[in-house]
C-alpha cells in the first residue's frame, strides 16, 4: 500500500502545474516578442543567439525575466523558511492565489502597460510556483521543463521492467503524465492566444482556479 501524500504532492495538482507552465511558456513566446516567461534556459540561448548576432537591443528583454526569476526564488524561498509546513498559514494555497492574481492583472493591464512589464510580472509569479511545487510523491519534481521528466520515462520503465519493479513503472507513468499535461497546457494556450490574443493567460487563470479547488475540496474532506 503505497504512502499517502499531502494534496501538493499528488500528481492531480503536480499535472495542473505542468500544464500551467507549458501553457504560460507558449503565451509569452507567442505574445511577448519570443520571451520565455518560467523556461530560462530558453531565455539564455535565446540571449547568447541576438548577442552573436549584434542585436544588442533585446538584450535587456531576455536578460530582466531572468533576474526577476531567479529573485522571486529567492523571496519564495525566504518565505518558506519563515513559515514552514508546521505553521498555520497555507503556504501553496497563498502561492497559487498569488499567482492567480497576477495573471488576472495581466489579462487586463496587457494591452495597456509595456509587455516589458508583463513579462516581468508572470516570470516571477511562475518562479513563485516552481520553488513551491517541487514534490511528487515524495520525489523531487520538475514541472516547468520536461527533458528530466521524458528521461526518467525511459529509465524508470527499462528499471521497472528489467528489474521487476513496480514503483519505478509507476513513476515512469506520473512523469509521463507530468509530460501530457505540459504538452496539452501548449496546445491550448498557442489556440487561445490566437483566439483572443494576450487576453489568452485567462486560461492559466482558469487551471489555477481549478487547482484551488481540488485542495478546498481535499481540505474540506
Not at 507549458?22 to 520571451?35: K, Q
Not at 494555497?93 to 497576477?102: A, D, P, Y
Not at 501548449?186 to 479547488?213: H, N, P, T
Request: net charge positive; with cysteine.
Amino acid at each position: 500500500m503505497e504512502k499517502e501524500f499531502p494534496i501538493y504532492e499528488r500528481t492531480l495538482i503536480a499535472q495542473l502545474m505542468a500544464m500551467t507552465s507549458g501553457g504560460i511558456d507558449a503565451y509569452s513566446y507567442l505574445t511577448h516578442g519570443h520571451v520565455f516567461a518560467s523556461m530560462q534556459t530558453g531565455n539564455l540561448i535565446l540571449l547568447g543567439v541576438n548577442i552573436i548576432d549584434g542585436k544588442f537591443s533585446v538584450i535587456l528583454s531576455y536578460l530582466l525575466p531572468i533576474l526577476t526569476y531567479c529573485i522571486a526564488a529567492v523571496i519564495t524561498k525566504w518565505f518558506q523558511l519563515h513559515f514552514p509546513k508546521e505553521s498555520r498559514i497555507d503556504r501553496q494555497s497563498l502561492i497559487l492565489t498569488f499567482e492567480l492574481f497576477v495573471f488576472l492583472i495581466v489579462a487586463i493591464i496587457s494591452d495597456i502597460v509595456p509587455l516589458d512589464i508583463t513579462i516581468l510580472m508572470i516570470s516571477f509569479a511562475i518562479s513563485a510556483q516552481f520553488v513551491e511545487f517541487s514534490s511528487l510523491h515524495g520525489m523531487p519534481v520538475n514541472t516547468l521543463m520536461m527533458s528530466g521528466n521524458i528521461k526518467k520515462v525511459g529509465m524508470l520503465t527499462v528499471d521497472g521492467i528489467i528489474n521487476k519493479k513496480p514503483k519505478s513503472i509507476r513513476r515512469a507513468k506520473r512523469s509521463l503524465l507530468l509530460i501530457l499535461a505540459f504538452f496539452i497546457g501548449i496546445i491550448v494556450s498557442a489556440w487561445a492566444v490566437k483566439m483572443f490574443e494576450r487576453q489568452a493567460i485567462l486560461f492559466e487563470v482558469l487551471i489555477l482556479l481549478i487547482a484551488l479547488f481540488v485542495v478546498h475540496f481535499n481540505n474540506q474532506h
